[in-house]
């Protein structure tokens, strides 16, 4: 059974720092592609950051320097460190995990509350 759980959300002021953290069960983690997805009230989900197998890493412009994604096969777990957060920032941040092989796997988490407002 696979499990991406999500943690670290919260309610930060603008200009803060959150790190969240997505940790994978049940598949073979350093396989995967992982992303973190983000989707606000009213609006599409959307890209955020991602990293590859290999450790490639790839972001919107929305965020460009000022989020990091690392990911540790050691612990399964997949990283996004928020910095100078705004309140667009405001949305659920979702954990993916993909691998495009000779079949295509993808698994989300549940989703946590970031929430940027003074």
């Known amino acids: 059974q696979v499990q991406l759980v999500e943690s670290g959300g919260g309610l930060v002021q603008p200009g803060g720092s959150l790190r969240l953290s997505c940790a994978a069960s049940?598949?073979?983690?350093?396989?995967?592609?992982m992303a973190w997805y983000r989707q606000a009230p009213g609006k599409q989900r959307e890209s955020v950051a991602a990293?590859?197998?290999?450790?490639?890493?790839n972001y919107a412009d929305s965020v460009k320097g000022r989020f990091t994604i690392s990911r540790d096969n050691s612990k399964n777990t997949v990283y996004l460190q928020m910095n100078s957060l705004k309140p667009e920032d405001t949305a659920v941040y979702y954990c993916?995990?993909?691998?495009?092989?000779?079949?295509?796997?993808?698994?989300w988490g549940q989703g946590t509350q970031v929430t940027v407002s003074s």
């Open positions: 993916n995990a993909d691998y495009l092989g000779r079949h295509r796997y993808t698994y």
């Open positions: 049940g598949i073979i983690f350093r396989n995967y592609a």
């Open positions: 990293i590859t197998s290999g450790g490639i890493t």
